[in-house]
């Protein structure tokens, strides 16, 4: 059974920093595409960042010099660090494992399998 849990986030003002963590078991999240979505009230779920099986990375335009996506092979762990936030970053925060054959895509629909979300809120 795969089973990926978030944590991290929380309340902080516009400038401050956070970072998310997201657990996985049931699957070696080195063996995958993996990646970070968020979703605020009344939009869709947007992609933030993924991270392939060779560590390269990929991420959104509103994401790109604020946050770096990572992961602890180790630790079976993928990590979000965002740094500058930004009201507009206020969104539950989502990971996901990545379908086979598909390669860091922004398409929720290439994803197979997502955690329970963690809030992120950004105070101004």
């Known amino acids: 059974q795969v089973q990926l849990v978030e944590s991290g986030g929380g309340v902080v003002q516009a400038g401050g920093s956070l970072r998310l963590s997201c657990g996985a078991s049931?699957?070696?999240?080195?063996?995958?595409?993996m990646a970070w979505f968020r979703q605020a009230p009344g939009k869709e779920r947007e992609f933030v960042a993924g991270?392939?099986?060779?560590?390269?990375?990929n991420s959104a335009d509103s994401a790109k010099g604020r946050f770096t996506i990572s992961r602890d092979n180790a630790l079976n762990t993928l990590y979000l660090q965002m740094n500058n936030l930004k009201p507009e970053d206020t969104a539950v925060y989502y990971c996901?494992?990545?379908?086979?054959?598909?390669?860091?895509?922004?398409?929720?629909?290439?994803?197979?399998?997502w955690g329970q979300g963690t809030q992120v809120t950004v105070s101004s």
């Open positions: 991270i392939n099986r060779g560590s390269g990375t």
């Open positions: 049931g699957r070696t999240i080195s063996n995958y595409i």
């Open positions: 996901a494992i990545g379908s086979s054959g598909y390669g860091i895509t922004y398409d929720v629909g290439n994803y197979d399998y």
